[in-house]
Each structure stands twice: as C-alpha cells, then as structure tokens.
C-alpha cells in the first residue's frame, strides 16, 4: 500500500467526509465543489499526480481485492471517519458494499451488487419474483446451447456473466449459428456464460436515484445499436404517453426492490416488448456511455454529484421525478481499423453551436483498433436541442458529416490504440463469478 499527499491525524478534520474508490479527476473535482473532503482508493494503473492534488488522503491499493480493501477502509475510518464509501467504477462496486456493510453505513448490500453484476443471478431473482420473466441459463460447453434452443427455440442471446461494454455478445439466429458462435466464445476463453431469450422491441434506459427505499426515476432515456448490439447512439428524454411511462417507472421500481437496490444511483436497461417490459441489465452507479450527462442536461439532475453528496449530507433527497428542460443526444463516431492520418470536418462539427461535447480520443498516427466493445469507438459529439429527436437526427447528421483517413495497418504485430483492454472485463468476470 501507496500513500500520496500524506496528512496526521487531526481530530477536527472536515466535514462531510466520503471514501471514494476509483474515479477520475472530474469526479473528484465535483467532490471538491460539494465541499467534501475525500479520502480515495485507487488502484495504481489509475491513478494521476493530479488525483492526489484533488484528495485530501490517497492510497493507492487494488480494491478488487475486497479482503484488504475492507481491511485498509476500516483503518482509515478510525483515521479519519466518513459518512460512506462511494464509486461510480464498475469493478469498485463489490468492495464498495463491504467495506459499508462491515462499517454499518448506507450503501446497497454486497448481496445485492452480486445480483445485478452476475446477469444469470440476476435473471434468477427476477424470474423466481415474478418481474419481467425471461428464459436463462448459465452456459458452460456447447450442449448447452442447443438444449435451450430445444427448449425455447430460436433466435437467442449469448453473453458474458458479468462483463460490460457490449462485449461478446452473440446472436443465434438458427442451428446454422451454432458452430461460429460456439468457435468466438472458445476464443474468449468463458468457463461460463450467459444464454437467454432473444428480446425484440424498443430498448430503453431508466435512470433513478434511491433514497432509503424510495425509488426516484429520472427519466428515460432511448438508444440505437448496431447489428453486433454496439451502442451508437443514445437520445433523451424517451418519448413515451405518460401513462407508459407511470407504468414503466414502477416496473423499475419492482425490479430495483427485489434485488434489494436501497440506495444511490441506478441505471436499468429494458427492452419494451409486445409481452411487457423486459430487464437487459441493470447497475448500481450512473449509466456510462455519457448517458448521466445527457440526464443532467435533460434533467438538472446530476447523478454523479448526488453519488457524492447525498451520503454526506451535503444534497437533500429527492422529493419527485424532475421534468426535462430540453432533448440532447450523444452519438458515436465509427471509423476503420487501422493507422489514422486525419478526421476531416471535425473543426466545423466541433464549432457547431449545438454541440456541447465533441471527443475523438485518438490522435493522427495511432492505430484503431477493430471494434469489439465500447470503449474501441473513436470518440462521440454531443449536442442539444429542443426535443430529443431533433438533437439525434442532429448529432447523426454531425458524426455522418466526418470523414476518416485510415491508412491499412501493415505492422506484423499491431501496437495498440485507445483504452481498450476487453480481456479485463473477461479477466474480472472470471475472478469474482468462477465457474460452477
């Protein structure tokens, strides 16, 4: 264990006082803003000079490690005491909930961040309460695919237990299928994967801030994908008659009470289909794909903020579903694999007074890596306007507008591009869900 910007024990230290694990220099920053001080785990591969400037005690620690981190977080509470542990990191959630559990303050159970992160546990608990019933089993060699299929015939879904990103995720379509998908999932090396029933419809996202029970949505939140269930667009607010959305808003609520989400930030995919509202995934922290900023803009409600605050005292709970302001939309950019030399019309898209957010986050010279999950896109543009399809259909015509000078990469063996590194999320579904 690593120490940064050390401090001595000072009885009248500040208040409020969080724990946060992982995050970056914006959220710590919005920390700073609420007026909280933080003491913040982070793992070394994360961690910036920066951070440390923005937190008032750093300890560099792999928190994926529960065991130790409850062990350093209990320590440090006695330090220095704080009103919880937070995050807003994916693989931060597990040790989040003990080291709360075991301090005895507010925050979802382990229990429950197990629930939601293994997508077949998940599909248990809701299938065995009634809510939004779906065909699943845990999957582990190739019989297990045609024996659903026997059972609940064609097409259907195979993904990762636990991983995120819209990463190996396969469609069956018919006994045609089987081989190649067989073949791709060997290839990531699952010991165990998720098979469901394939669902058709309108795929919706819903925000919502818990607060010691009570469920408060957001909002709603619509989203395009590709034919690899790539996310490449996302436009809110979701139109929808306000009956449906009444209805949908409880269905969320079903959902969240019987995986036991009690408090803090919520994001749940659904797909709207002619039997009813079906649950995707859903995740103890605010969406990711710039959907929480899009609610902000939408909303006025900042998830990240109440992330931080609300355990602290420092953000009053809640009281009803706020009304949107506006409609925005985020888009993603695609481009070839491959070295890049120039994105012609990113100045005049970037310049456009409607975007709000314009991001390519490779610069000419790197190499483009083939798309195989979210974070392999080459960047996004956000923008505002008066209603939410006005800002897709703008934000769609804004990224078409780009052009993208690739050049074949010819390197024997490719250097690599961007943050992408899928076999973490592998790599993590196996060490907290192993086989069997």
Same mark, same amino acid.
């Given at each position: 264990?690593?120490?940064?910007?050390?401090?001595?024990?000072?009885?009248?230290?500040?208040?409020?006082?969080?724990?946060?694990?992982?995050?970056?220099?914006?959220?710590?920053?919005?920390?700073?803003?609420?007026?909280?001080?933080?003491?913040?785990?982070?793992?070394?591969?994360?961690?910036?000079?920066?951070?440390?400037?923005?937190?008032?005690?750093?300890?560099?620690?792999?928190?994926?490690?529960?065991?130790?981190?409850?062990?350093?977080?209990?320590?440090?509470?006695?330090?220095?005491?704080?009103?919880?542990?937070?995050?807003?990191?994916?693989?931060?959630?597990?040790?989040?909930?003990?080291?709360?559990?075991?301090?005895?303050?507010?925050?979802?159970?382990?229990?429950? #961040?197990?629930?939601?992160? /293994?997508?077949? !546990?998940?599909? &248990?608990? *809701?299938? =065995?309460? @009634?809510?939004?019933?779906?065909?699943?089993?845990?999957?582990?060699?190739?019989?297990?695919?045609?024996?659903?299929?026997?059972?609940?015939?064609?097409?259907?879904?195979?993904?990762?237990?636990?991983?995120?990103?819209?990463?190996?995720?396969?469609? #069956?379509?018919?006994?045609? /299928?089987?081989? !190649?998908?067989? &073949?791709? *999932?060997? =290839?990531? @090396?699952?010991?165990?994967?998720?098979?469901?029933?394939?669902?058709?419809?309108?795929?919706?996202?819903?925000?919502?801030?818990?607060?010691?029970?009570?469920?408060?949505?957001?909002?709603?939140?619509?989203?395009?994908?590709?034919?690899?269930?790539?996310?490449?667009?996302?436009?809110?607010?979701?139109?929808?008659?306000?009956?449906?959305? =009444?209805?949908?808003?409880?269905?969320?609520?079903?959902?969240l009470d019987t995986l036991g989400v009690d408090e803090g930030a919520s994001h749940t995919e659904?797909?709207?289909?002619?039997?009813?509202?079906?649950?995707?995934?859903?995740?103890?922290?605010?969406?990711?794909?710039?959907?929480?900023?899009?609610?902000?803009?939408?909303?006025?409600?900042?998830?990240? =903020?109440?992330?931080?605050?609300?355990?602290?005292?420092?953000?009053?709970?809640?009281?009803?579903?706020?009304?949107?302001?506006?409609?925005?939309?985020?888009?993603?950019?695609?481009?070839?694999?491959?070295?890049?030399?120039?994105?012609?019309?990113?100045?005049?898209?970037?310049?456009?007074?409607?975007?709000?957010?314009?991001?390519?986050?490779?610069?000419?010279?790197?190499?483009?890596?083939?798309?195989?999950?979210?974070?392999?896109?080459?960047?996004?543009?956000?923008?505002?306007?008066?209603?939410?399809?006005?800002?897709?259909?703008?934000?769609?015509?804004?990224?078409?507008?780009?052009?993208?000078?690739?050049?074949?990469?010819?390197?024997?063996?490719?250097?690599?591009?961007?943050?992408?590194?899928?076999?973490?999320?592998i790599d993590q579904a196996a060490k907290f869900y192993p086989a069997g």
């Amino acid at each position: 264990m690593t120490q940064t910007n050390p401090t001595t024990p000072d009885t009248d230290a500040p208040q409020p006082t969080i724990l946060l694990l992982g995050g970056k220099r914006s959220l710590l920053l919005k920390a700073q803003k609420l007026g909280l001080t933080v003491l913040h785990m982070q793992i070394a591969k994360e961690f910036t000079p920066d951070q440390a400037e923005l937190a008032d005690l750093t300890v560099l620690l792999d928190y994926e490690d529960v065991d130790k981190a409850v062990e350093v977080a209990r320590g440090l509470h006695t330090f220095r005491p704080f009103a919880a542990a937070v995050t807003i990191t994916e693989w931060a959630q597990l040790a989040t909930a003990h080291i709360n559990e075991a301090l005895g303050l507010p925050g979802v159970s382990p229990r429950t #961040v197990e629930l939601v992160t /293994d997508k077949f !546990a998940m599909r &248990e608990a *809701l299938n =065995a309460a @009634g809510v939004g019933e779906v065909g699943a089993v845990r999957g582990r060699n190739r019989s297990d695919l045609t024996d659903f299929a026997s059972t609940y015939g064609y097409p259907f879904l195979i993904k990762p237990i636990a991983a995120s990103g819209s990463y190996g995720v396969f469609r #069956v379509s018919g006994p045609e /299928d089987i081989d !190649a998908v067989w &073949e791709k *999932l060997s =290839a990531l @090396g699952l010991s165990t994967f998720l098979v469901e029933e394939f669902l058709e419809g309108r795929e919706i996202g819903v925000e919502v801030l818990t607060f010691g029970g009570r469920h408060v949505p957001l909002g709603c939140t619509d989203k395009e994908i590709n034919a690899d269930f790539m996310e490449v667009a996302h436009y809110s607010p979701a139109e929808l008659p306000s009956e449906q959305r =009444a209805e949908l808003f409880a269905f969320v609520g079903r959902v969240l009470d019987t995986l036991g989400v009690d408090e803090g930030a919520s994001h749940t995919e659904l797909m709207l289909t002619a039997k009813g509202p079906k649950v995707i995934e859903t995740h103890t922290r605010r969406a990711g794909d710039r959907i929480g900023e899009l609610t902000r803009r939408v909303y006025g409600i900042d998830m990240e =903020a109440y992330t931080l605050g609300h355990p602290a005292g420092v953000l009053d709970a809640l009281t009803e579903s706020p009304r949107p302001r506006l409609g925005a939309s985020v888009r993603f950019f695609e481009a070839e694999p491959g070295i890049l030399r120039e994105v012609r019309g990113a100045e005049e898209v970037r310049d456009k007074e409607d975007v709000v957010e314009f991001y390519v986050q490779f610069k000419a010279g790197d190499r483009v890596p083939p798309l195989r999950w979210a974070l392999d896109r080459v960047g996004h543009v956000m923008v505002e306007r008066p209603t939410a399809q006005e800002a897709f259909a703008t934000a769609t015509a804004y990224a078409d507008s780009l052009e993208w000078v690739v050049e074949p990469d010819t390197d024997e063996v490719p250097q690599p591009g961007g943050t992408s590194v899928p076999g973490h999320e592998i790599d993590q579904a196996a060490k907290f869900y192993p086989a069997g």
